[in-house]
């Protein structure tokens, strides 16, 4: 069957999810991630896990069946009457990347001190996607998670596609509410050590990077050093517009000629085009490194908030195509109905 026909095949299926349509499109899933639904149409194992605090007793949630939403009810059941955090974030790929608790090392970010950040509550926020309760993943300050030692994750200048869902309504302007890749060491490596995709309204065009238009939030580029809207001369990118609904698909490419931002909100099933171009002069070139990271930036700055329902990281450039399949494919799942 040839990709063209297999993606037609997708469009034709009510079990379509977003990593099979990426890799219909030649773009894998290297990881997936969410606390709401399977990623892939086969998939059936556990989403996250979430840690009573009391008794540190632990509980796997899994799909109500292959490729379908949470099982929030099971969550409900056993954190009764008790302060659940979520403990981990599973990858739905067969590469093993899942997201842990991070610990902080970073210099600029804890003063030389070690520490492990804290989890996020697991029942802080919860939502529907197509009728079904769900949760979100509710980042405050000082939480966050991250995996260095990954397999598969784009390094150096290899190609990369991410995108997320995120809430357009819990947002600031700290460092850094990020999802993707980033330094091994936990610490600040320099410029373009880094690639992930940002959300919140940072007040970079005050830093002599660029931003977006009006208040934000804005879906950006975090290249370590610097969040960038676009490439711009007067620090504002006028085609990066707010993003400031409930639910919010995202999205970022990043490649050795230049970076595209897209983003939009979720429920339409669009995904607008925010830019598309160079990256800045001082970044001449990718030098990713190809750990991973959600809630904090690449050297565990641990300022930003901000709400996830999913995500994943993709090996290559995914085609315009195959990103409206996945912008339709959200919008499918419902969220906030």
Known sequence: MTIRCFVLALLSSAHAAPCDIFAAGGTPCVAAHSTVRALFSAYAGALYQVMRTHDGERLDVLPLGPGGFANAAAQD?????????VSKLYDQTALGNSLNV??????????????????????????TASGKKVYGLWVDVDEGYRLDNTTGVPVGT???????????????????????NAEVDEKDDGR???????FGTNNVSAKGWCGGSGQGPWAMIDIENGIYG???????NPANIPLPFSFVTAMVKDQT???TLKGADATTGQLNSLYDGPRPKSYPSLLKQGSLILGIGGDDSHSGVG????????AGISSDSTDALIAADIKNAGYGT
Request: aromatic share 14%; with cysteine.
């Open 77 to 85: 059941s056993f954190c009764a009457g008790a302060e659940c955090t």
């Open 192 to 198: 373009g050590r880094m690639s992930a995709l940002y």
């Open 158 to 180: 290899e190609p990369q596609t991410i995108y997320m869902v995120a809430d357009g309504t819990h947002v600031n302007g700290a460092c850094c509410f990020d999802y993707g």
């Open 257 to 259: 000629s230049g970076f």
């Open 102 to 127: 991070s610990r902080s090392c970073c210099p600029t970010c804890c003063d030389g001190h070690v520490f492990w950040m804290k989890a996020s509550n697991a029942t802080r926020f919860d939502t």
């Open 230 to 236: 676009g490439n711009c001369t007067a620090s504002v």
């Open 307 to 314: 709400t996830f329902f999913e995500g994943a990281v993709v």
